[in-house]
């Protein structure tokens, strides 16, 4: 059974950063095609952020592109999403999301097989 699961949403004011933290068992996301999703009420779920395995390259959709950064840290099997200059769109249900194979272009929500719960994040006008 797999464990996935988010943590460091909140309440953030505009311009303010938050990091948010992703941690499994029965998963290595150093061994996986990992990626951060959000979803605003009313509105379908949307990857923002993703690490390709092996290259380690990322990607971004373009609204994040130069304010988020999706890092990992192999050894603590922990994977980041760090957010700066937040702005009130941003308000969303966060989710880590992994895949053991393909590549983050392309990829879908039912591409990852393994999800968390989410962590909110609320950023005020």
């Known amino acids: 059974q797999v464990q996935v699961v988010e943590s460091g949403g909140g309440l953030a004011l505009t311009g303010g950063s938050l990091r948010l933290s992703c941690t499994a068992s029965?998963?290595?996301?150093?061994?996986?095609?990992t990626g951060w999703y959000r979803q605003a009420p009313g509105k379908e779920r949307e990857g923002i952020a993703c690490l390709d395995w092996p290259s380690g390259i990322a990607t971004y959709v373009d609204s994040v592109k130069g304010r988020f950064t999706i890092s990992r840290d192999n050894p603590k099997n922990i994977l980041y999403l760090q957010m700066n200059s937040l702005k009130p769109e941003d308000t969303a249900m966060y989710y880590c999301a992994a895949r053991p194979y393909g590549r983050c272009a392309g990829s879908s929500v039912a591409d990852f097989g393994s999800w968390g719960q989410g962590t909110q994040v609320t950023v005020s006008s």
């Open positions: 029965g998963l290595i996301f150093g061994s996986s095609v």
